[in-house]
Each structure stands twice: as C-alpha cells, then as structure tokens.
Nanobody, 126 residues
Framework: QLQLVESGGGLVQPGGSLRLSCAASGFTLDYYAIGWFRQAPGKEREGVSCITSGGSTNYADSVKGRFTISRDNAKNTVYLRMNSLKPEDTGVYYC????????????????????WGKGTLVTVSS
C-alpha cells in the first residue's frame, strides 16, 4: 500500500531550524514529484514547496531563502529544511506525491498532488 509518513516536527523558538522528512513506503519515489503543504490553525492549507522527479524545485514567496527542499531517492525520502523559522510558520506540515504532470517544473500548492501523508506538527514559539 502506498504511504507517505512525515516526521521531524516539534517545538522550536523563532529563528530556529527544523528538518522535516517525508518517507515513502509501498512505492518508489524516483518518478514522483513531491510537494510540501502546511495548514495553520483556522486557516486553509497552503503550498510551501515542491520538487520534481528530476530535482527542480519551487517555493512559496513566504519561505524563499529560508526553506530548502531536497530528495534522496536511495532513501526513498524527501526533506524540507526550514531555517529562520517564524511564528507564522506554525502549522501541520504535509507531504504529497504526484506522478505524471511535473517533470521539468512543479507548481507549489497544486491540486494535482494526490497521495498524502498525515502530517507533522511544527510549532514556532518562544
């Protein structure tokens, strides 16, 4: 069964860093584009970043220069490195996978992502 499992969330002070992981089981991530999304309390889910099967990346303006997405196909895992965290980065972070559309580029927040993990909570607070 195809599964995505996020990990690495937690409580961090403003200005701190976290690295989230998105591990796949039941399928090989190699050919999938992966997106990271987040949902803050009381707000709609929004796209954060995405990476194509070939490694091309894209970011929401709110996280550009602070977050870095990467993939390790040997470990069947995608990462989101988050630096200079702000309280407004607080939320549940989800990863999602899509096969087929995003080869040379990906769209942050696209509704084409169709396999989802259950999320990991990130809280940025002093």
């Amino acid at each position: 069964q195809l599964q995505l499992v996020e990990s690495g969330g937690g409580l961090v002070q403003p200005g701190g860093s976290l690295r989230l992981s998105c591990a796949a089981s039941g399928f090989t991530l190699d050919y999938y584009a992966i997106g990271w999304f987040r949902q803050a309390p009381g707000k709609e889910r929004e796209g954060v970043s995405c990476i194509t099967s070939g490694g091309s990346t894209n970011y929401a303006d709110s996280v550009k220069g602070r977050f870095t997405i990467s993939r390790d196909n040997a470990k069947n895992t995608v990462y989101l490195r988050m630096n200079s965290l702000k309280p407004e980065d607080t939320g549940v972070y989800y990863c999602a996978a899509h096969l087929g559309r995003f080869t040379n580029y990906c769209i942050v927040g696209s509704k084409s992502f169709d396999y989802w993990g259950k999320g990991t909570l990130v809280t940025v607070s002093s």
